[in-house]
């Protein structure tokens, strides 16, 4: 029992503390990489893929022309094939184009009829929730101007909480990690919210596909080519999320994972996949996590069980739970209750994900 302890907490630090370290140390010796700006602006479509309402289509579309982008600027709205929003609704803005998404639908379709319809040199790719700082255009394209990134994302930032919760702190941690991946090679994903890429790159997308975000830049990897980082690019979303909505949104990126895997293999070669190590190390094992957490539990209490008893072990449990109960009565209660909440839901959704992909049930945006 204790090496199974070890072994759990060993692969939970390495996954979670130990690669970010390692690849923080190794991004600080290699320096910052500084994004010049070129000397003439290529030009740029931003594509939206949407079934929202028309009223929020126009006021993201507005916010993307308010930027201070010093080129040619379109933006191509891609209405889902199911879409109740009509083309006639969005009419009126000068630069933008409106297509309807291929059959069956979804969000790969949609941009595939997207990116047909774009003229840009470089597409950079939002969502319908999210805010561009005015400068987020600019930035994103200024990354792509040397040459050595196919791709790049920007910074997501999630609104502000009174409390800073569990994905707060996840997410802040995920974009420092992607920022000292891409120093060193690319960063493993992208955010689907604020990136960019050469639009000659652009290849179809296959129906069904859950993360154009992890698809597209590892397919880009796979290539020989390398992903960008930016915190200069920033996208702010609008919407908070509960522990239940993070758990679905949750559901479908990791269920991504596994679908990434079956549908694009090659990343599972080391010989293959360039960056196989950091994949290895930043998608698959996290996927781990819960199971490892309850190895490491179930080894814990079986050690302490056969230690101290198992009375003595109920009567520590007792104390805890007065413990909670007076940090209830104090106050924190709420804290605490959040905090579990979220481990809880991000953990249970590993769980679903690992049900889905093992069966290769794809269709978690219907769900």
């Given at each position: 029992?204790?090496?199974?302890a070890?072994?759990?907490?060993?692969?939970?630090?390495?996954?979670?503390i130990?690669?970010?370290l390692?690849?923080?140390?190794?991004?600080?010796?290699l320096g910052p990489?500084?994004?010049?700006?070129?000397?003439?602006?290529?030009?740029?479509?931003?594509?939206?893929?949407?079934?929202e309402?028309?009223?929020?289509?126009?006021?993201?579309?507005?916010?993307?022309?308010?930027?201070?982008?010093?080129?040619?600027?379109?933006?191509?709205?891609?209405?889902?094939?199911?879409?109740?929003?009509?083309?006639?609704?969005l009419?009126?803005?000068?630069?933008?184009?409106?297509?309807?998404?291929?059959p069956?639908?979804?969000?790969?379709?949609?941009?595939?009829?997207?990116?047909?319809?774009?003229?840009?040199e470089?597409?950079?790719?939002?969502?319908?929730?999210q805010?561009?700082?005015?400068?987020?255009?600019?930035?994103?394209?200024?990354?792509?101007?040397?040459?050595?990134?196919?791709?790049?994302?920007?910074?997501?930032?999630?609104?502000?909480?009174?409390?800073?919760?569990?994905?707060d702190?996840?997410?802040?941690?995920e974009?420092?990690?992607?920022?000292?991946?891409?120093?060193?090679?690319?960063?493993?994903?992208?955010?689907?919210?604020?990136?960019?890429?050469?639009?000659s790159?652009?290849?179809?997308?296959?129906?069904?596909?859950?993360?154009?975000?992890?698809?597209?830049?590892?397919r880009l990897?796979?290539?020989?080519?390398?992903?960008?980082?930016?915190?200069?690019?920033r996208?702010?979303?609008?919407r908070?999320?509960?522990p239940?909505?993070?758990y679905?949104?949750?559901?479908?990126?990791?269920?991504?994972?596994?679908?990434?895997?079956a549908?694009?293999?090659?990343?599972?070669?080391p010989?293959?996949?360039?960056?196989?190590?950091?994949?290895?190390?930043?998608?698959?094992?996290?996927?781990?996590?819960?199971y490892?957490?309850?190895?490491?539990?179930?080894?814990?209490?079986?050690?302490?069980?056969?230690?101290?008893?198992?009375?003595?072990?109920?009567?520590?449990?007792?104390?805890?739970?007065?413990?909670?109960?007076?940090?209830?009565?104090?106050?924190?209660w709420?804290?605490?209750?959040?905090?579990?909440?979220?481990?809880?839901?991000?953990?249970?959704?590993?769980?679903?994900?690992?049900?889905?992909g093992?069966?290769?049930?794809w269709?978690?945006?219907?769900?």
């Open positions: 029992m204790t090496a199974l070890t072994g759990a907490a060993l692969l939970l630090i390495l996954v979670w130990g690669y970010p390692l690849m923080r140390a190794l991004a600080s010796r990489r500084v994004a010049r700006e070129p000397e003439a602006w290529p030009s740029v479509t931003v594509l939206i893929a949407s079934r309402p028309a009223a929020a289509i126009l006021a993201r579309v507005d916010d993307i022309t308010a930027g201070d982008y010093p080129g040619e600027l379109r933006v191509v709205v891609a209405l889902d094939h199911a879409s109740p929003t009509g083309e006639p609704e009419t009126g803005r000068p630069g933008l184009s409106v297509v309807r998404g291929d069956p639908g979804g969000k790969a379709t949609n941009l595939n009829a997207g990116a047909r319809a774009a003229s840009g470089i597409l950079v790719l939002t969502d319908t929730h805010r561009f700082a005015p400068d987020a255009i600019r930035r994103l394209v200024a990354d792509l101007s040397d040459g050595t990134f196919a791709a790049t994302s920007g910074r997501l930032e999630l609104p502000p909480r009174g409390q800073a919760s569990l994905i702190r996840y997410w802040r941690m974009r420092r990690l992607r920022r000292d991946e891409a120093v060193i090679h690319s960063a493993i994903g992208v955010s689907g919210s604020i990136y960019a890429m050469r639009r790159l652009w290849t179809p997308l296959p129906a069904g596909l859950i993360l154009d975000d992890l698809y597209v830049p590892m990897v796979l290539a020989g080519r390398r992903i960008g980082f930016t915190d200069a690019a996208a702010f979303d609008t908070t999320t509960e239940a909505e993070e679905r949104r949750k559901v479908r990126t990791l269920t991504g994972n596994f679908q990434l895997c549908w694009l293999p090659a990343v599972l070669v010989g293959r996949n360039p960056v196989w190590v950091q994949f290895v190390l930043h998608k698959l094992l996290r996927l781990l996590t819960p490892l957490l309850v190895c490491l539990g179930a080894a814990i209490l079986a050690i302490l069980v056969g230690r101290f008893g198992l009375y003595t072990l109920v009567a520590g449990a007792g104390a805890l739970v007065l413990l909670a109960l007076a940090a209830g009565a104090a106050g924190k709420r804290a605490v209750r959040n905090l579990a909440a979220w481990g809880i839901s991000l953990q249970a959704a590993i769980v679903t994900a690992t049900y889905y093992l069966r290769g049930r269709d978690v945006w219907r769900r």
